[in-house]
């Protein structure tokens, strides 16, 4: 590895780090404030260690914002058609601009940190990406990060989450929505706003750092609904209550911050219709279960046409001995005058289930390639296997390597083979259609494995359950189950986004244990990425000495 390469790497992270005093802040998060629980895409976001109990258990956590889940990035597509208003600084060009700030303390878990902005697309901004030891060094504590990055052509719902480590198990993660004032659904629902988003998250009483060690499944304590639950055991501490007005159609997003468990999402005496999938609008479809994974996200249309009660909002997760008892795994749907109360209601039938091969995107996205298995311009077959609690893929398992592979990439001082870790990065060709199957032989333990693409969202070929292929209109997303035993996941997507890309579990466990790779997409046209580094210009091309690297990024480091 070439010195300054590596300095490069850690200095990156570092590029317009300043110091954690800074004026302009969102908040205040001193322990006497209230932090607030919506914040604008131009913002500061300070990471810092609090005690919480959202499950009555007593424990810090590492949280953005100092709540959990972290304050909502609440961002907005410009309006094209018609006169902005007096918000315009709100509205323009669904530009982010977010100064993360890393307080952190608490020695039992991890002081770095960095911020995955999850579903974004990063269009040129590979750099902003936030996976750790992928397109950044970590953010060190008392340092801030300012990620700048813009999302043209992305409306939906997205969520953000510590990409160090697994330190989104210890509280940082939360939601991220790009309203569409044009929103081709509008018809379907008269409410969406901040109290119709609803966040499932799995919560543990013990810090990461100790959950690492355990090699094999790891259950939480709680689910928590809208970040409040139970646990066994336990106080009957608050639950989450939605409210709704009998009459009214409401957009419900649902996204699952989960570490680990899949959610089978539900609601006493309603259906949901699926109206989007990953931020892609589908064409609607009814049902009344909805497995959602860790990562993915759905929104559903909800009509409150039901008596005015209380109904439980269910959301046991697939690990086993799941239990109602008690208000564990779930919420509280109430109507308007309903009484203060715990619903009595009770769940199913259930009628109408989900099948991921029924979804299609709405606008009819069309699969890129020739329209059979196999015929793509590049074809990569992932397969994933665990051996002594350690995940492979095509017998790699992935460790962070010691410069950020996109740094590795900028250098332009190796060969496309020996980029690090050896084994792990995928070369990929620019403006090529790319198929990767993923399948699932029973040897890669601890499914159904939710796998997640950064930079892109792909077309689901071939889904989970099913051996037949379309071709012709599937659903479009950026996580995807890997399904049970039998199953051959396909995808399809074209590298028009230059960068290093992780494609991984999203069962943070696994990927710390190592379910990943990278693919080293289009590295003619890293230019534009290399360009958009802010103050950086041409600066990442290898300079001679470690003095003209220092000079070039204006920073004064010690090693």
Same mark, same amino acid.
Request: aromatic share 8%; glycine share 8%; hydrophobic share 35%.
């Given at each position: 590895?070439?010195?300054?390469?590596? =300095?490069?790497?850690?200095?990156?992270?570092?590029?317009?780090?300043?110091?954690?005093?800074?004026?302009?802040?969102?908040?205040?998060?001193?322990?006497?404030?209230?932090?607030?629980?919506?914040? $604008?895409?131009?913002?500061?976001?300070?990471?810092?260690?609090?005690?919480?109990?959202?499950?009555?258990?007593?424990? *810090?956590?590492?949280?953005?914002?100092?709540?959990?889940?972290?304050?909502?990035?609440?961002?907005? $597509?410009?309006?094209?058609?018609?006169?902005?208003?007096?918000?315009?600084?709100?509205?323009?060009?669904?530009?982010?601009?977010?100064?993360?700030?890393?307080?952190?303390?608490?020695?039992?878990? !991890?002081?770095?940190?960095?911020?995955?902005?999850?579903?974004?697309?990063?269009?040129?901004?590979?750099?902003?990406?936030?996976?750790?030891?992928?397109?950044?060094?970590?953010?060190?504590?008392?340092?801030?990060? =300012?990620?700048?990055?813009?999302?043209?052509?992305?409306?939906?719902?997205?969520?953000?989450?510590?990409?160090?480590?697994?330190?989104?198990?210890?509280?940082?993660?939360?939601?991220?929505?790009?309203?569409?004032?044009?929103?081709?659904?509008?018809?379907?629902?008269?409410?969406?706003?901040?109290?119709?988003?609803?966040? =499932?998250?799995?919560?543990?009483?013990?810090?990461?750092?100790?959950?690492?060690?355990?090699?094999?499944?790891?259950?939480?304590?709680?689910?928590?609904?809208?970040?409040?639950?139970?646990?066994?055991?336990?106080?009957?501490?608050?639950?989450?209550?939605?409210?709704?007005?009998?009459?009214?159609?409401?957009?419900?997003?649902?996204?699952?911050?989960?570490?680990? !468990?899949?959610?089978?999402?539900?609601?006493?005496?309603?259906?949901?219709?699926?109206?989007?999938?990953?931020?892609?609008?589908?064409?609607?479809?009814?049902?009344?279960?909805?497995?959602?994974?860790?990562?993915?996200?759905?929104?559903?249309?909800?009509?409150?046409?039901?008596?005015?009660?209380?109904?439980?909002?269910?959301?046991?997760?697939?690990? !086993?001995?799941?239990?109602?008892?008690?208000?564990?795994?779930?919420?509280?749907?109430?109507?308007?005058?309903?009484?203060?109360?715990?619903?009595?209601?009770?769940?199913?039938?259930?009628?109408?289930?989900?099948?991921?091969?029924?979804?299609?995107?709405?606008? *009819?996205?069309?699969?890129?390639?020739?329209?059979?298995? /196999?015929?793509?311009?590049?074809?990569?077959?992932?397969?994933?296997?665990?051996?002594?609690?350690?995940?492979?893929?095509?017998?790699?398992?992935?460790?962070?390597?010691?410069?950020?592979?996109?740094?590795?990439?900028?250098?332009?001082?190796?060969? !496309?083979?020996?980029?690090?870790? *050896?084994?792990?990065?995928?070369?990929?060709?620019?403006? $090529?259609?790319?198929?990767?199957?993923?399948?699932?032989?029973?040897?890669?333990?601890?499914?159904?494995?939710?796998?997640?693409?950064?930079?892109?969202?792909?077309?689901?070929?071939?889904?989970?359950?099913?051996?037949?292929?379309?071709?012709?209109?599937?659903?479009?997303?950026?996580?995807?189950?890997? /399904?049970?035993?039998?199953?051959?996941?396909?995808?399809?997507?074209?590298?028009?986004?230059?960068?290093?890309?992780?494609?991984?579990?999203?069962?943070?466990?696994?990927?710390?244990?190592?379910?990943?790779?990278?693919?080293?997409?289009?590295?003619?046209?890293?230019?534009?990425?290399?360009?958009?580094?802010?103050?950086?210009?041409?600066?990442?091309?290898?300079?001679?000495?470690?003095?003209?690297?220092?000079?070039?990024?204006?920073?004064?480091?010690?090693?």
């Amino acid at each position: 590895m070439f010195p300054h390469t590596v =300095l490069a790497g850690c200095l990156l992270a570092l590029l317009r780090a300043v110091s954690v005093v800074s004026s302009g802040s969102n908040y205040d998060d001193s322990p006497s404030s209230v932090p607030p629980f919506t914040i $604008k895409p131009v913002t500061e976001l300070v990471v810092v260690n609090k005690v919480i109990a959202p499950d009555g258990f007593a424990r *810090s956590a590492t949280l953005a914002g100092g709540i959990f889940p972290g304050p909502l990035i609440k961002a907005q $597509k410009v309006r094209t058609s018609v006169e902005l208003t007096s918000d315009a600084d709100f509205l323009k060009n669904d530009n982010f601009s977010i100064n993360v700030v890393n307080r952190l303390h608490d020695k039992d878990m !991890p002081l770095s940190t960095s911020v995955h902005w999850h579903g974004i697309q990063q269009k040129k901004t590979n750099w902003a990406d936030g996976a750790s030891f992928v397109t950044q060094c970590p953010i060190p504590q008392n340092r801030s990060f =300012l990620y700048e990055f813009s999302a043209p052509n992305q409306t939906g719902t997205f969520w953000y989450h510590s990409h160090f480590s697994t330190q989104y198990c210890d509280g940082l993660r939360g939601p991220l929505i790009i309203y569409d004032p044009e929103d081709p659904h509008r018809d379907l629902y008269d409410i969406d706003d901040d109290n119709t988003i609803i966040t =499932l998250s799995d919560w543990y009483h013990d810090p990461s750092p100790k959950l690492n060690k355990i090699f094999g499944p790891v259950t939480s304590n709680s689910t928590l609904i809208n970040g409040l639950g139970r646990y066994r055991g336990g106080p009957k501490s608050p639950l989450s209550v939605i409210n709704v007005e009998q009459g009214k159609r409401y957009r419900f997003r649902i996204l699952s911050l989960s570490c680990d !468990p899949s959610y089978n999402f539900t609601i006493d005496g309603h259906t949901m219709t699926i109206i989007e999938a990953d931020g892609i609008e589908t064409v609607p479809e009814t049902v009344d279960s909805l497995p959602v994974l860790a990562g993915q996200r759905y929104s559903v249309v909800v009509f409150a046409n039901q008596p005015v009660d209380n109904y439980w909002v269910r959301a046991p997760s697939n690990f !086993p001995n799941q239990t109602f008892a008690g208000g564990l795994n779930q919420a509280i749907l109430r109507y308007n005058g309903a009484p203060d109360e715990d619903p009595t209601s009770t769940p199913g039938p259930y009628i109408l289930p989900f099948n991921e091969g029924k979804l299609a995107s709405l606008l *009819s996205i069309p699969v890129p390639g020739f329209p059979e298995i /196999g015929k793509a311009d590049v074809h990569i077959n992932l397969l994933a296997a665990t051996v002594n609690g350690i995940f492979r893929i095509n017998n790699i398992s992935f460790n962070n390597p010691p410069t950020p592979v996109l740094l590795q990439m900028l250098s332009g001082a190796r060969h !496309p083979s020996d980029l690090l870790p *050896s084994g792990s990065v995928y070369e990929l060709p620019s403006n $090529k259609v790319v198929e990767i199957t993923l399948p699932n032989t029973g040897l890669a333990l601890g499914g159904p494995h939710p796998i997640h693409l950064h930079g892109h969202t792909f077309a689901v070929v071939r889904t989970s359950g099913s051996n037949t292929t379309n071709f012709v209109n599937p659903v479009w997303r950026d996580t995807v189950s890997m /399904g049970s035993t039998g199953d051959n996941v396909t995808i399809r997507f074209v590298t028009d986004n230059s960068g290093p890309w992780f494609i991984h579990c999203h069962i943070d466990f696994h990927l710390d244990h190592g379910f990943a790779v990278v693919m080293a997409e289009a590295r003619d046209q890293l230019a534009d990425v290399n360009a958009s580094i802010p103050g950086m210009g041409t600066a990442l091309v290898v300079p001679s000495t470690l003095t003209e690297l220092s000079s070039i990024l204006g920073l004064a480091m010690s090693f």
